[in-house]
Nanobody, 120 residues
């Protein structure tokens, strides 16, 4: 079974930055899309960004111009660089593996996520 483990979250002040990592196991991510999602308290999980196997990216409106998704296939890892963070970005961030960029069906078991808290 495919697994993912997220890391890199923490407490940051408004305007600050965080870099999240997500490592997949039991799969070679080279030919797959990788996506980030987040879930704020009381809300449903929502899409943040996706990167295709060839490096094409799609960002949610909330992530545009502030977040950058990237991947390192050699490390089987996807990253999310988050800048200019706002309190509304506070959430648990998850990643997953997708067969293709617009797929709605994650291939991996959901990991534990990583908590990002933006507060002064």
């Amino acid at each position: 079974q495919v697994h993912v483990v997220e890391s890199g979250g923490g407490l940051v002040q408004p305007g600050g930055s965080l870099r999240l990592s997500c490592k997949a196991s039991q799969i070679d991510i080279t030919d797959y899309a990788m996506a980030w999602y987040r879930q704020a308290p009381g809300n449903q999980r929502e899409f943040v960004a996706v990167i295709g196997s060839r490096g094409i990216t799609i960002d949610a409106d909330s992530a545009k111009e502030r977040f950058t998704i990237s991947r390192d296939n050699a490390r089987n890892t996807v990253y999310l660089e988050m800048n200019s963070l706002k309190p509304d970005d506070t959430a648990v961030y998850f990643c997953n593996v997708l067969e293709y960029m617009l797929s709605k069906t994650p291939l991996a078991s959901w990991g534990p996520g990583t908590q990002d808290t933006v507060s002064s």
